[in-house]
């Protein structure tokens, strides 16, 4: 399996659109962030969670010809913005399935009406399978099953999700503790660490350290990082060992 982060930053990414912050002024490519993204393929599988508006950029720049379908942690613009870029994949595959919780399902069909509409399709459109996911009832990706994880974004209910050993939240503040059963002890962990002040609806650096520690994965990635956090190199030496910053393009490989 291998894990590709296609966007490790927030809602703006960074560089921040006319921002003087320092990290934005950065010249290191690791501190520069599409919207979180990630891309996990194995066999001839690929999944993406999340498509936000870097969608078609992030699908370029890793020249992915197939796309098996995407699943959606919350129906937020930085995670959903890029539905309409499916339609290379549509033309070539037909129906794209997609995966989420009712509500998000019901956001996405009054936001893009013309692709999910049966009636009067607007030509040219993509068009999707939907795929209604709910809290403990895990459903199959290929020849694997995938795990939702329920989790909270200030008080709406996002979902995180467990694909053989990668587990990926964002956008995650509180979490319960049989939730958090279901990934203890995994190869890879994948969540989001914000910046070092507390923020309202997200983990920050120390919250998401306890989080790690909570689920002792064998490795773990900070992702949906804001220019607040500092730069990526000066923050990568102050985690523990097993602890790292994501950044775009990062290729993981777990057997």
Known sequence: MKL???GTGTSQGIPVIGSTHPV???????DKRLRVS???SWDNFNYVIDCGPDFRQQMLKHEVKKLDGILFTHEHADHTAGIDDIRPFFFRQG???IYGHQRVIENLNRRF???FSDENRYPGAPAVKVNIVKNDQPFQLGNLQAHPIEAFHNRL???GYRIGEVAYLTDVKSIEPKE???IKGIKVLCVNALRIEA???HFNLEEALAFVEKVQPDVAYLTHISHHMGFHDEVEKTLPANVHLAYDNLIVNIN
């Open 4 to 6: 590709t982060f296609l």
């Open 24 to 30: 934005c002024l950065s010249e290191n490519s690791k």
């Open 38 to 40: 990630v891309l996990i």
């Open 95 to 97: 129906d794209i399935p």
């Open 113 to 115: 009406d013309y692709i």
């Open 157 to 159: 209910q996002v979902f």
């Open 180 to 182: 958090i059963e279901k």
């Open 199 to 201: 923020h309202h609806s």
